[in-house]
């Protein structure tokens, strides 16, 4: 079946201007997970998402990061007001549900150039 | 310090030798535990759970030392195609993940 997609697969910004990122998350997984992880580094959690709860965000670096999840399943990741330390791949992984959380399917990535 | 630490090498692993590399956790109240593999260029992927007493997925085997707070990864009869990266995962409370820095691992002929 299909796996997690995310777009675009890449992007490259201008410091200071927003960008969206999409994740599309596995048919019926309620938990979806947003991560990114920079060159040569480990993945850093951002935010997750488990259903129709409110969204775990401790992860978000700032405020200019928001991610919305619409209708339990497609997420968009937005960074306003770019920075250069944004550069990074953002990865959305889905789980089955909060106790699969251990088996996470990782889609792609964006990677996200800010010039 | 990191919650995660790992060696992020590279470990350079003659074809057919064996290789084993350890990761360390600050929370001691971490409950469960995991590698991921993440190759070059790619999303990572669950490679195979930690438990307790130990555990061998084929060549893999995979340990937990709760009092030294460390995981370690074990591969024998190293194959080409297990040049990648490593991530230690640990899941603490809330439902969330914390991925090492990953150890590289390249097999060579």
């Known amino acids: 079946g299909a796996g997690v997609s995310q777009s675009p697969s890449n992007k490259v910004t201008e410091k200071g201007k927003d960008v969206e990122l999409r994740c599309d998350p596995i048919s019926g997984h309620t938990a979806l997970y947003w991560y990114r992880q920079s060159l040569g580094q480990g993945l850093e959690f951002l935010i997750y998402?488990?259903?129709?709860?409110?969204?775990?965000k401790s992860g978000l670096p700032s405020d200019r990061f928001s991610a919305e999840r619409t209708g339990g399943s497609v997420s968009t990741l937005t960074i306003q007001r770019t920075q250069q330390e944004d550069s990074a791949v953002y990865l959305c992984?889905?789980?089955?549900?909060?106790?699969?959380?251990?088996?996470?399917?990782f889609g792609p990535g964006t990677r996200l150039t800010v010039t | 310090r990191k919650e995660v630490e790992q060696d992020p090498g590279p470990f350079n692993v003659p074809e057919g030798a064996t290789v084993a590399f350890n990761c360390t956790y600050s929370?001691?109240?971490?409950?469960?535990f995991f590698w991921y593999r993440q190759d070059c260029r790619k999303e990572p992927k669950l490679l195979m759970s930690v438990y307790s007493s130990g555990n061998e997925d084929g060549r893999f085997t995979a340990q937990l030392n709760r009092a030294s707070q460390y995981i370690s990864l074990l591969i024998r009869d190293s194959k080409l195609s297990d040049s990648a990266t490593y991530l230690c995962v640990v899941e603490a409370a809330g439902n969330k993940l914390t991925f090492g820095g990953g150890t590289r691992v390249l097999v060579k002929p």
């Open positions: 929370n001691s109240a971490s409950q469960s």
């Open positions: 998402f488990q259903g129709n709860s409110a969204p775990d």
């Open positions: 992984a889905s789980s089955l549900g909060w106790l699969e959380i251990y088996e996470q399917y």
